[in-house]
């Protein structure tokens, strides 16, 4: 680990990950907070104190007030489990319309997938606000693993992860310190297990992660993510912001803790929270309003083929596309109201240089329908390209085979079931677009 103040170079590094969505917000406990008498409380700490109350006096004596997990622990034992979810629950409730500047300045960046350690609402309602409402999901460290659980986020409808449970499934919830161990052994052993878009997003090799509000005393917290996040550190870059602890003994255990994590740098910070996400947010609206436009007057239009249920997707793509300069075409991107949309969607078919088809069990079991009709079009098209120019790609996010899989298979297949090959598609797409280029001139 290498511990340094947040210097320029660093914070250019982070905005530029950022920028090119690929960072993954890891928001921890302490990032979720409440004015109390003119400071900032992290939420966490306010419920343990309100617990700690109802707690006999004999044994409060020997608890920390602001330790949620050991307060809850003594609460649970003299008042029972229902006793707490019930307290739990009733406390979240009162909050679930709240916000927090924190999380307004982190909802105006573009994170498509974010992890929170903390069941309240607040970054989900600063989302809401931004017009980017979230696809929300949760992990049940006592139950079984959903089955609808969103595949995949976007810049618009950002996937937001409670990794500890959420206030409207009390019993997910881990409160107390037995829960911790349970929630641990669970996770790590998988029983349950993380859905795979959850796994495929934190194992990405082109990710960076911002851990934002862990704090030095939540160091299993940073155990667990880093079991889960898998090797991903080895090729990406994590940017851990840790704000100056009162306790100069806890800081340096802290730093010891970590010294052999080499792949982290732990970034000290000395501002409150508040500053540091004003400054992230300020440097990233510079960033953009100076960065020229990525999308090159000559450079390849995309035509984006799917399912309605992969429409999340769809859109993952779409913006991956116009990151690296691509035109894209995406139906509920593209097509306005009142424009005539079978004739704009066959226009743009013959127009495209590449038609992309995203190959999923929802495309496999659905009934003809204009889906088809659009690749039916492709292959019309496809006879105007040479074979060794192919105009239609089959992209598989999911396994699967199609009736025409035989007809699409005679050129080039792309597997994206895994996200992070995704860089490796658009490389290809640029070089036949530039041997397509070249042998026309």
């Given amino acids: ?259 052999n994590h080499n792949n982290c740098k732990i970034h000290i910070f000395h501002d409150e929270p508040i500053e540091f996400t004003r400054k992230l947010k300020t440097e990233y609206d510079k960033s953009m309003s100076c960065a020229p436009s990525i999308q090159e007057q000559d450079s390849p239009s995309v035509f984006i083929c799917h399912a309605k249920a992969d429409e999340p997707h769809a859109e993952w793509l779409f913006d991956e596309f116009s990151r690296s300069g691509f035109k894209p075409f995406m139906e509920n991107r593209i097509i306005e109201a009142g424009e005539n949309r079978n004739r704009r969607i066959e226009k743009a078919i013959k127009e495209s240089d590449f038609f992309i088809v995203l190959k999923s069990k929802a495309l496999e079991n659905r009934s003809p329908d204009y889906v088809h009709k659009e690749i039916r079009l492709a292959l019309d098209r496809q006879n105007y390209f040479t074979p060794d120019a192919p105009f239609i790609i089959p992209v598989k996010i999911e396994n699967c085979e199609l009736d025409w899989d035989e007809e699409l298979g005679i050129w080039w297949d792309s597997d994206l079931t895994n996200k992070a090959n995704v860089g490796k598609l658009i490389s290809t797409i640029k070089r036949h677009y530039a041997r397509r280029k070249k042998a026309r001139s």
């Fill in 1 to 259: 680990m290498n511990e340094c103040k947040l210097d320029d170079e660093n914070f250019e590094q982070l905005i530029f990950a950022i920028r090119r969505k690929k960072c993954i917000l890891m928001l921890g406990p302490d990032a979720s907070v409440e004015q109390v008498n003119g400071t900032s409380q992290p939420l966490n700490e306010i419920l343990a104190y309100e617990l700690a109350q109802k707690i006999r006096p004999d044994s409060r004596k020997d608890i920390n007030p602001s330790n949620l997990t050991e307060v809850s622990q003594y609460y649970q034992m003299e008042h029972g489990r229902n006793a707490l979810e019930i307290f739990v629950e009733s406390f979240y409730r009162k909050r679930q319309s709240s916000v927090s500047e924190i999380h307004q300045n982190l909802a105006s960046l573009p994170f498509d997938f974010a992890v929170t350690a903390s069941p309240d609402n607040l970054f989900a309602n600063a989302l809401k606000e931004k017009d980017k409402p979230p696809k929300i999901s949760a992990y049940n460290f006592k139950g079984k693993r959903s089955d609808n659980e969103p595949v995949i986020g976007t810049e618009q409808n950002p996937l937001l992860f409670h990794l500890y449970g959420t206030a409207d499934e009390p019993e997910s919830l881990v409160m107390t310190e037995n829960d911790l161990l349970d929630f641990l052994v669970s996770v790590i052993s998988k029983a349950p297990g993380l859905s795979a878009s959850i796994t495929n997003e934190l194992n990405s090799d082109d990710k960076n992660f911002l851990f934002f509000g862990f704090g030095f005393k939540h160091w299993y917290l940073r155990i667990l993510l880093h079991v889960l996040a898998g090797n991903s550190h080895k090729k990406s870059r994590s940017f851990a912001l840790e704000f100056m602890p009162e306790n100069p003994h806890e800081y340096k255990s802290a730093i010891l803790f970590f010294k």
